[in-house]
């Protein structure tokens, strides 16, 4: 039970021990990330670093303890797919179920629309069969939170010795025209961030 309020922020690379313990048993005890290998600390905060050259990565806390983090990269590589994003969240195995992906997910919406990202995609493994390795809770996560089914990849993921689907959702966040806005780097957005959302 959290005592303090949960207070959402941006990510250092010096949260990456703490947010690498509350990712290692997505890696080691389930097919939620299809990563075999648990990362080290170095190339983690190597990846938060990658990230925030362009995006938000954001963690909750509570008392001065992480409880969860998400964080968005480029859906492609090419210039054409700008616009999108794939987006990213784990929450602490003993903190579900409290609100705090709904309170993460709810602020980097926000951080996006005013990078003048469009698109939101989420790719989700997806059990034909529910084990003890996957559910279908992140597909309700986030129906729940406006994505819709976009598309289904069959056994294309192995882990444990077995075959698990993946699932394409996606979520629209602002208007597609023509002559659309170049997209701002997060760094842009950041002091507007702090005014608006008061993330810092």
């Known amino acids: 039970m959290l005592h303090e309020?949960?207070?959402?922020?941006?990510?250092t690379e010096q949260d990456a021990p703490e947010l690498l313990k509350?990712?290692?048993?997505?890696?080691?005890?389930?097919?939620?990330?299809f990563e075999y290998e648990v990362p080290s600390v170095e190339e983690f905060?190597?990846?938060?670093?990658?990230?925030?050259?362009?995006?938000?990565?954001?963690?909750?806390?509570s008392g001065g303890e992480i409880l969860g983090y998400c964080y968005v990269g480029p859906y492609r590589g090419r210039p054409a797919y700008?616009?999108?994003?794939?987006?990213s969240i784990y929450v602490r195995q003993d903190c579900k179920r409290m609100g705090i992906g709904r309170r993460l997910y709810a602020a980097l919406e926000n951080i996006l629309k005013m990078q003048g990202i469009l698109n939101l995609n989420a790719c989700i493994g997806y059990p034909r069969?529910?084990?003890?390795?996957?559910?279908?809770n992140s597909v309700k996560f986030h129906e729940k939170l406006g994505y819709q089914f976009a598309g289904q990849f069959h056994c294309c993921g192995h882990k444990f010795d077995r075959w698990y689907d993946v699932v394409w959702m996606e979520k629209l966040i602002g208007e597609h025209h023509a002559g659309?806005?170049?997209?701002k780097s997060f760094d842009a957005v950041r002091e507007q961030v702090q005014e608006k959302l008061g993330i810092c």
């Open 129 to 136: 069969v529910e084990d003890e390795h996957l559910t279908r």
């Open 5 to 11: 309020a949960i207070t959402i922020r941006v990510a």
């Open 180 to 183: 659309q806005s170049a997209v």
């Open 82 to 87: 700008g616009w999108a994003v794939e987006t």
């Open 45 to 61: 905060a190597g990846r938060i670093r990658t990230v925030l050259s362009k995006y938000p990565y954001l963690v909750a806390q």
């Open 22 to 33: 509350i990712y290692a048993p997505y890696v080691e005890h389930t097919a939620v990330t």
